[in-house]
């Protein structure tokens, strides 16, 4: 089946440009996460969805960085006024998840990424 | 503050070698360890996860072991591929769903 599929894969921004990135989790996964990955190191948590609830924003970094899930589905990550060291790769994960099911468990199931690289 | 570190931080071996990479963690409170697969260009896959009461798992030819008292964890890899070349990711999860990933150890498998 699917898995998580991420767009763009690539992407370009000049300082001070807003960027929106796009995550498409396996249908049916309840849970999902995003991550950023700068060069050289392991993810770091952003943020995590329940359906459309964001349950945890913890990770974002600043006022800049902003994720939607509205329908549950598809999510959305935005970085506004964009930096160079916002320069990193984006992961987006879903896992099942459901009631009962503590996210520190379920397997999480990663997207390939969108590398953005701000000039 | 939770930590995760990792070593080596690259590791060149032969085609059919073994290997071990070691992850050494603190989180409290700890609740499980991942070790993931990461191919250049790709998401993390995972490999094993294990809980506290558990002190090794298998996954083909990758094994991992952890030691809760020590707050070590170690992957194993047998009779190496060159499909095995890639970073592999160490995860501690605490019970209260935060993750603190290591920056991972770069294998390289020559022919």
């Known amino acids: 089946g699917a898995g998580v599929s991420q767009s763009p894969r690539y992407k370009v921004a000049k300082r001070g440009q807003d960027v929106a990135l796009r995550c498409d989790p396996i249908?049916?996964?309840?849970?999902l996460f995003w991550y950023q990955q700068a060069l050289g190191q392991g993810p770091e948590f952003l943020t995590y969805f329940q359906n459309e609830a964001q349950l945890d924003k913890s990770g974002l970094p600043s006022d800049r960085f902003f994720a939607e899930r509205p329908e549950g589905s598809v999510s959305t990550l935005k970085i506004q006024r964009t930096q160079q060291e916002d320069s990193a790769v984006y992961l987006c994960a879903s896992s099942l998840g459901g009631p009962g099911v503590p996210r520190y468990t379920d397997t999480q199931y990663f997207g390939p990424g969108t590398r953005l690289t701000v000039l | 503050k939770n930590q995760v570190e990792q070593s080596p931080q690259s590791l060149i071996i032969l085609e059919g070698k073994n290997c071990t990479l070691q992850c050494n963690y603190t989180v409290s409170p700890f609740s499980n360890l991942r070790w993931y697969k990461q191919d250049t260009g790709r998401g993390p896959v995972s490999l094993t996860i294990m809980t506290f009461s558990e002190n090794t798992k298998s996954n083909g030819r990758y094994t991992a072991t952890l030691d809760a008292d020590t707050k070590q964890s170690s992957l194993h890899i047998t009779a190496s591929q060159l499909s095995d070349s890639a970073s592999y990711i160490c995860v501690a999860n605490t019970n209260a769903g935060k993750s603190t990933f290591g920056d991972g150890t770069t294998l390289t498998v020559k022919p």
């Open positions: 249908s049916g996964h309840v849970s």
